[in-house]
């Protein structure tokens, strides 16, 4: 069993900065695969970003260029920089764990308005 606890969010304004970070529980972190999701009213959970085991990265093609997902697995962590942030990417950002089974987090608040 894995836990995850997303922190960071928040209200910003538009070009702003923000760091997600998600700590996860247990002693095998580093050979998950690790993703943050977000999910904005009224719409779909879509993959905003994701980091393999071996530190591969993949990005929703909205987020390229602003966004970078690294992790540190001494610290069993997952973190999501988030630059230039735009209103539309105003959702509820969800960490996940995946290796047998999939691990979800409980979700922290990103707003980005002026």
């Known amino acids: 069993q894995v836990q995850l606890v997303e922190s960071g969010g928040g209200l910003v304004q538009p070009g702003g900065s923000l760091r997600l970070s998600c700590a996860a529980s247990g002693s095998i972190f580093r050979f998950y695969n690790m993703g943050w999701y977000r999910q904005a009213p009224g719409k779909q959970r879509e993959l905003v970003a994701a980091i393999s085991s071996g530190g591969s990265t993949n990005y929703a093609d909205s987020v390229k260029g602003r966004f970078t997902i690294s992790r540190d697995n001494a610290k069993n962590t997952v973190y999501l920089q988030m630059n230039s942030l735009k209103p539309e990417d105003t959702a509820v950002y969800y960490c996940?764990?995946?290796?047998?089974?999939?691990?979800w987090g409980q979700g922290t608040q990103v707003t980005v308005s002026s």
């Open positions: 996940n764990a995946e290796l047998t089974r999939e691990y």
